[in-house]
């Protein structure tokens, strides 16, 4: 039986398609082990950390110096005592010792009578199993994100508290992993969301996260399916996932299994058919998403996003904030974008989300007797929305400078969700969003075929009106005109939103109107809405 990609938990190369994990660390990690040191690995969800770290502890215990332990806090998730996050550390620790080492390399039972205060009963424990061991101890700690403050800061300090003692009376290596680098822990007193200035964890030599997945990488994952089953994937293919996840592994995986598992494709892998693996997986909306997403209204995501999103500047929120957002995946590269094309989309239609299902314009007939948009009757959906139910909208949105485009994306997605597509594309310094509806053309017969190739395409830019800047009619024509040269449409309309005060102070039915003249741009007339 073939193997499978893997979209949950960890990989097993027998059951899944697997790459070498250790060539996803920097190779001086295992020198930090020899050395005695403890570090941090930290990468977003479902990168591949635990597959990493696993594949490494299994290297360590076959060079035969250690005892190696790898061990999951996530039992503390829900627990809020200092007193019961060390007892559940102790305890998810003696459990893996137990199954993981000889009987002579496992802690020695202690006796309740000497039954340590909680801010030492992890230092002495782990003083007591390693001065027993005949081996020095290497421990592996996932899902330390689940400690949360003074119950993380008990643990980190126990592990600072013994560094000085080790190999032979405190563990000889530690590493400790999760999405997020120890400085951003939520460790402080009073519910600060940054590391106090002083880290319980100051004695860790470095921080290391995973790469991602390159394009040689994903090819060479491909592969694997393509030489157990025989099933092939385009160059063309392979670069469209490229393109799309940048290399996120989770989402690498997940597109194939969606064209190979969940559609049933078994022919050659193509373009379309990777293309509508990545409109199933957005509206399935898995836990990968659930997990990224919940992070959206955090104050310092939002001051990092919010410009990206406007096309005002990249980078909005300071260092830290910047560290964070990259810590959890959702930023990446040198000028911090938005960190692969489906996340892209995601993040925006999330942030819109919270408006999509309480529009109710849902009564349109968007698809003519011919199979087309019926781009017309759109239109004057939107003119009437906005003018008698934008308002509440906008004044509740926290994403207070892209709320207008937040809104129409959650009344356009609506309009054509189950019929077509919303791309969105926005960049740093360009003040605009685009907003492109690809609409299926039907077939000759009047069908849609089930991977479409044929596209009508209706173009909508957004340009903000902000206050002492001037009217940006001009500029946005000018930006639809270099789009249409890149991406050819049937229609294109500029909407300009105006937030400076003098016009917020108008009556928003009144706010939105059409300009009667049509610019004609690149051949295209342009509808210009004003509102």
């Known amino acids: 039986m073939a193997r499978q990609f893997n979209t949950a938990h960890v990989n097993r190369a027998e059951q899944h398609y697997t790459l070498p994990p250790l060539d996803r660390l920097p190779p001086t990690v295992e020198g930090l082990v020899h050395d005695g040191y403890y570090f941090v690995l930290h990468a977003p969800r479902q990168s591949g950390k635990t597959t990493t770290v696993l594949a490494l502890a299994d290297k360590l ?94 643990v980190l300090s126990q592990f600072r508290m013994g560094y000085a003692e080790r190999p032979k009376g405190f563990p000889h290596s530690v590493c400790i992993f999760g999405m997020r680098d120890v400085r951003d822990y939520k460790i402080a007193s009073g519910g600060q969301d940054r590391a106090a200035s002083s880290s319980p964890f100051n004695v860790k030599r470095e921080s290391i996260t995973l790469a991602t997945f390159s394009r040689a990488d994903v090819a060479a994952l491909y592969a694997q ?42 022919g050659t892998v193509d373009v379309a058919q990777i293309d509508t693996a990545k409109d199933n997986l957005i509206v399935q909306w898995g836990t990968h998403f659930d997990s990224l997403m919940a992070r959206l209204r955090e104050d310092r995501v939002l001051r990092v996003l919010e410009p990206i999103l406007a096309g005002s500047s990249i980078g909005g929120g300071d260092l830290e904030d910047d560290r964070y957002c990259r810590d959890l995946g959702l930023i990446d ?97 360009s003040r605009r969003m685009d907003i492109l509806v690809r609409w299926p053309v039907p077939d000759d017969d009047g069908t849609v075929p089930r991977y479409p190739v044929r596209f009508e395409r209706h173009l909508f830019e957004l340009k903000v009106w902000h ?65």
């Open 225 to 266: 399916h393509t030489a157990e089953t025989g099933q092939a994937f385009t160059a063309a293919a392979i670069d469209r996932v490229a393109e799309l996840t940048g290399g996120q592994p989770h989402l690498v995986n997940a597109l194939a299994h969606d064209v190979v598992a969940k559609q049933g494709w078994t």
């Open 333 to 429: 590269g040198p000028d911090g974008d938005i960190a692969n094309a489906i996340y892209r989309e995601v993040i925006p239609r999330c942030l819109a989300g919270r408006w999509q299902h309480k529009l109710r314009v849902t009564s349109g007939r968007w698809r003519g007797d011919d199979g087309r948009l019926d781009i017309d009757g759109l239109r004057a959906a939107f003119l009437a929305f906005w003018r008698e139910h934008a308002e509440g909208f906008v004044q509740a949105e926290g994403y207070r400078e892209v709320a207008v485009q937040l809104v129409f994306m959650g009344f356009l997605q609506r309009i054509v969700n189950g019929g077509g597509w919303v791309d969105r594309e926005y960049a740093a310094g």
């Open 61 to 154: 215990r076959a060079d035969g110096r250690y005892a190696v332990v790898y061990c999951t806090v996530e039992a503390a998730r829900a627990t809020a005592c200092v007193d019961e996050v060390v007892d559940v550390v102790i305890d998810v620790v003696r459990l893996a010792t137990a199954r993981q080492l000889s009987p002579a390399e496992r802690p020695p039972a202690l006796p309740v009578a000497d039954r340590e205060p909680a801010r030492t009963r992890l230092y002495a424990y782990l003083a007591a199993w390693c001065t027993a061991c005949p081996r020095p101890v290497v421990l592996f700690i996932d899902e330390i994100d689940c400690l949360q403050d003074e119950g993380l800061v008990s």
């Open 467 to 531: 206050p002492k800047k001037g009217d940006p009619r001009d500029e946005g024509l000018a930006q639809v005109g270099a789009y249409l040269r890149r991406v050819p449409c049937e229609s294109a309309s500029l909407l300009i939103f105006d937030r400076r005060p003098e016009t917020e102070a108008r009556e928003w039915g009144d706010r939105m109107v059409v300009e009667e003249a049509r610019p004609l741009v690149e051949g295209r007339e342009v509808w210009v809405f004003r509102g």
